[in-house]
């Protein structure tokens, strides 16, 4: 017996309704909306003939029409022609604890997740957050495969500008100027390394990335009208040392592949991110780096020390009133160490010089005997830090590192990697892999910006990747204007070696002349703004590993202000952004434990503030203050410290001369 039956009139009908009504969703499905938590964010997604999205913040347009998709060969592009099969929705609202706090000790993280599965075995996922929003995309293919290239293609509204941190080449220490730039009138071609900040008319967007793990790093390059988008260095086949410059860490590539990453399986790519706001402040508060980056892989994290370090390259070992000769030898870093010693400082490096020669990196030099160093270094409670070129370090890095550890070092500081195609990209995990299990710190420099392997490997306790003091000994490029950007677009994207703390201070031009009194000198440096603009750089450059970069001879004449500095700690519980606007000035306020320490900075505009200081909790507190002296429009190094009692009441009246600062340090009573 056949127990089928044919659907009658009603059941026809009732089909065709449903497919009616499918067809309908499916075409609504288009446009995807998601928006931020407090719904001032909103994202449009459109799934047409490809994946393109917009921005807006309270009603006004951020981004337009952004494409991306990924080409990951043999005709496969993930985003074109996408069929959605399904979405999700889900809403978050977590607590992170970071092992090391760069801004805040317990960080919130409230989002809006949306999830789109798309037929092909890929994944788009967006999240809003009140400061920004972010995508990446999962692959699920498990095929070895070559990502041939990326695609995000930027358009911006009419009148947007840049702060533009132009490169020459993908191969950079990525160490910038930030160019105001209008985009419509940036010559076509034109790129940058990340983070970069453009400027609409309603807010700002910075623009970086996180989870960056065995990728290149991306860069943005100018296409045509108001239109920027991704390009990326090649995947390296062969490189060979550049002979004519310094072969030993410059390096000439010779030949690349046709993709930018080699992939096995199924893997999330990198978080694209996007920090947007009309406030000027969010960039400086912003953690979404740190929250879309990968948890830790190092269980016990009790041994990776933040702290301050005494540095000699900048000040080139120039020691003097002493009875031994000033060099890279035993007589001078015992001199070092007992400066960190006696100002409770807790780290010295060794730079470059200390061994055989910088390829020979298994063995110290002829005046040095590193091992009995170390040990004299810890005999007065100071660790050693050892400088190392990239190359070297990586054709052997398990070896090397178990030498410098059973040496009793403590970290290394890692140079001249100048590169972000996948190879160099990966090493950096890598090797902070190894000196995880050694117990050893690692701070990249010549180094690209901060993009989540530090979270991974938390042991990664500071980066480079910044125009900073160095700079000093041979241009004169490091302005206050340059220094007050620096918190609001690079420190955006993690912790930066800027290397604040020098001690000769110049100011713009001189007082009675009005010509120029400064000029780059490569073994004494000088500084341009006041003394008070160098302190205030401890609060408001956030380095976990922090360097006093002046010759100690030099900060024994001035140990009023070494007092000071080695007061401030180099982690922090709490970030408050007071005042702020990009490249012109900063005022904030961070806390670690009880107390509180205010930084102020400006360009060389004199400026007044008056600060409420009612984020300090109930109670009586007192407060050291350190600023401009009455005559450092004159004078950059004329500085004044006061003492009085404050309490959540307070008014604070500060007056920062032209390419001056302020610190603080307010302690519970």
Same mark, same amino acid.
């Given at each position: 017996?056949?127990?089928?039956?044919?659907?009658?009139?009603?059941?026809?009908?009732?089909?065709?309704?449903?497919?009616?009504?499918?067809?309908?969703?499916?075409?609504?499905?288009?446009?995807?909306?998601?928006?931020?938590?407090?719904?001032?964010?909103?994202?449009?997604?459109?799934?047409?003939?490809?994946?393109?999205?917009?921005?807006?913040?309270?009603?006004?347009?951020?981004?337009?029409?952004?494409?991306?998709?990924?080409?990951?060969?043999?005709?496969?592009?993930?985003?074109?022609?996408?069929?959605?099969?399904?979405?999700?929705?889900?809403?978050?609202?977590?607590?992170?604890?970071?092992?090391?706090?760069?801004?805040?000790?317990?960080?919130?993280?409230?989002?809006?997740?949306?999830?789109?599965?798309?037929?092909?075995?890929?994944?788009?996922?967006?999240?809003?957050?009140?400061?920004?929003?972010?995508?990446?995309?999962?692959?699920?293919?498990?095929?070895?495969?070559?990502?041939?290239?990326?695609?995000?293609?930027?358009?911006?509204?009419?009148?947007?500008?840049?702060?533009?941190?132009?490169?020459?080449?993908?191969?950079?220490?990525?160490?910038?100027?930030?160019?105001?730039?209008?985009?419509?009138?940036?010559?076509?071609?034109?790129?940058?390394?990340?983070?970069?900040?453009?400027?609409?008319?309603?807010?700002?967007?910075?623009?970086?990335?996180?989870?960056?793990?065995?990728?290149?790093?991306?860069?943005?390059?100018?296409?045509?009208?108001?239109?920027?988008?991704?390009?990326?260095? $090649?995947?390296?086949? $062969?490189?060979?040392?550049?002979?004519?410059?310094?072969?030993?860490?410059?390096?000439?590539?010779?030949?690349?592949?046709?993709?930018?990453?080699?992939?096995?399986?199924?893997?999330?790519?990198?978080?694209?991110?996007?920090?947007?706001?009309?406030?000027?402040?969010?960039?400086?508060?912003?953690?979404?780096?740190?929250?879309?980056?990968?948890?830790?892989?190092?269980?016990?994290?009790?041994?990776?020390?933040?702290?301050?370090?005494?540095?000699?390259?900048?000040?080139?070992?120039?020691?003097?009133?002493?009875?031994?000769?000033?060099?890279?030898?035993?007589?001078?870093?015992?001199?070092?160490?007992?400066?960190?010693?006696?100002?409770?400082?807790?780290?010295?490096?060794?730079?470059?010089?200390?061994?055989?020669?910088?390829?020979?990196?298994?063995?110290?030099?002829?005046?040095?005997?590193?091992?009995?160093?170390?040990?004299?270094?810890?005999?007065?409670?100071?660790?050693?830090?050892?400088?190392?070129?990239?190359?070297?370090?990586?054709?052997?890095?398990?070896?090397?590192?178990?030498?410098?550890?059973?040496?009793?070092?403590?970290?290394?500081?890692?140079?001249?990697?100048?590169?972000?195609?996948?190879?160099?990209?990966?090493?950096?995990?890598?090797?902070?892999?190894?000196?995880?299990?050694? $117990?050893?710190?690692?701070?990249?420099?010549?180094?690209?910006?901060?993009?989540?392997?530090?979270?991974?490997?938390?042991?990664?306790?500071?980066?480079?990747?910044?125009?900073?003091?160095?700079?000093?000994?041979?241009?004169?490029?490091?302005?206050?204007?340059?220094?007050?950007?620096?918190?609001?677009?690079?420190?955006?994207?993690?912790?930066?070696?800027?290397?604040?703390?020098?001690?000769?201070?110049?100011?713009?031009?001189?007082?009675?002349?009005?010509?120029?009194?400064?000029?780059?000198?490569?073994?004494?440096?000088?500084?341009?703004?006041?003394?008070?603009?160098?302190?205030?750089?401890?609060?408001?450059?956030?380095?976990?590993?922090?360097?006093?970069?002046?010759?100690?001879?030099?900060?024994?004449?001035?140990?009023?202000?070494?007092?000071?500095?080695?007061?401030?700690?180099?982690?922090?519980?709490?970030?408050?952004?007071?005042?702020?606007?990009?490249?012109?000035?900063?005022?904030?306020?961070?806390?670690?434990?009880?107390?509180?320490?205010?930084?102020?900075?400006?360009?060389?505009?004199?400026?007044?503030?008056?600060?409420?200081?009612?984020?300090?909790?109930?109670?009586?507190?007192?407060?050291?203050?350190?600023?401009?002296?009455?005559?450092?429009?004159?004078?950059?190094?004329?500085?004044?410290?006061?003492?009085?009692?404050?309490?959540?009441?307070?008014?604070?009246?500060?007056?920062?001369?032209?390419?001056?600062?302020?610190?603080?340090?307010?302690?519970?009573?």
């Amino acid at each position: 017996m056949n127990n089928t039956t044919k659907p009658g009139p009603t059941l026809k009908l009732l089909f065709m309704v449903t497919l009616l009504l499918f067809g309908n969703w499916s075409m609504a499905q288009k446009n995807v909306k998601l928006s931020s938590p407090d719904k001032q964010l909103e994202v449009v997604i459109d799934l047409a003939d490809n994946i393109s999205w917009n921005v807006t913040l309270k009603g006004s347009n951020i981004i337009d029409n952004a494409v991306i998709s990924m080409d990951m060969g043999e005709g496969r592009i993930l985003g074109n022609a996408p069929k959605l099969r399904n979405q999700s929705m889900v809403s978050k609202n977590e607590v992170f604890i970071p092992v090391v706090p760069n801004k805040d000790a317990k960080i919130n993280s409230e989002y809006n997740q949306l999830t789109l599965d798309f037929k092909g075995n890929y994944q788009l996922i967006f999240r809003a957050y009140n400061d920004g929003i972010a995508y990446r995309f999962i692959d699920g293919n498990r095929k070895t495969k070559h990502v041939l290239s990326e695609e995000m293609t930027l358009f911006f509204p009419d009148g947007t500008s840049s702060f533009f941190p132009e490169e020459e080449s993908f191969y950079s220490h990525n160490e910038r100027d930030y160019l105001v730039k209008s985009v419509a009138d940036m010559q076509k071609g034109a790129f940058c390394s990340l983070p970069v900040m453009f400027n609409t008319k309603t807010a700002k967007v910075l623009f970086t990335e996180a989870s960056l793990i065995n990728y290149p790093g991306m860069f943005l390059a100018k296409t045509t009208g108001r239109a920027m988008t991704s390009t990326f260095p $090649k995947y390296v086949l $062969k490189a060979i040392p550049n002979e004519a410059f310094s072969p030993d860490r410059n390096q000439i590539i010779e030949e690349e592949a046709d993709y930018i990453a080699k992939i096995n399986g199924k893997r999330a790519y990198p978080w694209r991110v996007f920090i947007i706001s009309d406030d000027d402040r969010t960039f400086v508060e912003s953690n979404l780096v740190a929250l879309l980056s990968d948890k830790s892989k190092i269980t016990d994290t009790s041994w990776i020390k933040p702290g301050q370090v005494a540095w000699d390259w900048y000040n080139a070992n120039n020691v003097y009133g002493v009875d031994f000769e000033a060099g890279i030898n035993m007589d001078t870093y015992k001199y070092f160490i007992d400066f960190a010693s006696k100002n409770g400082i807790e780290y010295v490096i060794l730079d470059e010089g200390w061994t055989k020669s910088t390829t020979e990196i298994m063995d110290d030099n002829e005046n040095m005997d590193v091992p009995e160093l170390i040990q004299y270094a810890k005999s007065k409670n100071v660790e050693i830090i050892l400088w190392v070129l990239w190359k070297p370090l990586y054709e052997n890095p398990e070896e090397i590192l178990k030498l410098y550890s059973s040496w009793g070092a403590v970290g290394i500081k890692v140079d001249f990697m100048q590169r972000s195609d996948q190879y160099v990209v990966e090493s950096y995990e890598k090797i902070a892999e190894i000196a995880a299990k050694y $117990k050893m710190l690692v701070d990249y420099h010549g180094a690209f910006k901060p993009a989540g392997v530090e979270r991974m490997w938390p042991n990664i306790i500071n980066y480079e990747g910044v125009r900073g003091n160095e700079n000093n000994k041979w241009t004169n490029a490091i302005t206050p204007e340059h220094n007050v950007t620096l918190p609001f677009i690079r420190m955006a994207a993690g912790p930066l070696d800027f290397t604040p703390g020098a001690m000769v201070n110049m100011n713009q031009l001189d007082y009675e002349t009005g010509g120029p009194n400064y000029a780059p000198l490569f073994t004494r440096p000088m500084s341009y703004g006041t003394r008070a603009h160098q302190v205030a750089m401890y609060t408001v450059f956030e380095a976990p590993l922090q360097m006093l970069c002046e010759s100690p001879t030099i900060y024994y004449k001035e140990q009023e202000t070494v007092d000071f500095i080695t007061q401030i700690p180099t982690i922090w519980d709490e970030t408050v952004v007071l005042e702020g606007a990009v490249s012109d000035y900063i005022v904030l306020a961070r806390r670690k434990g009880d107390n509180w320490y205010l930084g102020a900075m400006t360009d060389w505009t004199a400026r007044d503030f008056e600060i409420d200081l009612s984020f300090l909790e109930k109670g009586n507190y007192t407060m050291q203050g350190y600023q401009d002296g009455v005559n450092a429009s004159r004078n950059a190094q004329d500085y004044k410290i006061t003492k009085k009692d404050v309490d959540q009441n307070t008014k604070l009246k500060l007056k920062l001369s032209s390419g001056g600062g302020y610190s603080a340090i307010i302690t519970k009573n």
